[in-house]
């Protein structure tokens, strides 16, 4: 496996997760990283990223505001700290690898269940 994300579980509105991707993909620091989302019914849809060196975050407005990808490349770990979740943050989450401008590489997936 060479993403595995955890960290998702159930939680209330208002309330707050830290998904954490491990990867064994070498090197590390060589693949901008990514997180993507797909809500029951729904299509998936784009989270967030971070490039190879971490020095800025790509998202949308809406998701940056509550949103928070980060990595750490001595740890081969991509993070997303997501505050003030939503019922409609529910969703399987999913981390994701590049090396060029194909999203190629995708983890298992992480579950997160918001109650409201």
């Known amino acids: 496996v060479q993403l595995q994300a955890s960290g998702g579980g159930l939680v209330q509105a208002g309330g707050s997760l830290r998904l954490s991707c491990a990867a064994s993909?070498?090197?590390?620091?060589?693949?901008?990283m990514g997180w993507f989302r797909r809500a029951p019914g729904k299509e998936r849809e784009f989270v967030a990223a971070?490039?190879?060196?971490?020095?800025?975050?790509w998202g949308t407005r809406a998701m940056k505001a509550r949103f928070t990808i980060s990595r750490d490349n001595a740890k081969n770990t991509a993070y997303l700290q997501m505050n003030t979740l939503k019922p409609e943050d529910t969703a399987i989450y999913y981390c994701?690898?590049?090396?060029?401008?194909?999203?190629?590489?995708w983890g298992q997936g992480t579950q997160v269940t918001v109650s409201s």
């Open positions: 994701a690898a590049r090396r060029n401008l194909v999203w190629n590489i």
């Open positions: 993909l070498d090197p590390f620091k060589n693949y901008v």
């Open positions: 971070i490039p190879e060196n971490g020095d800025e975050i």
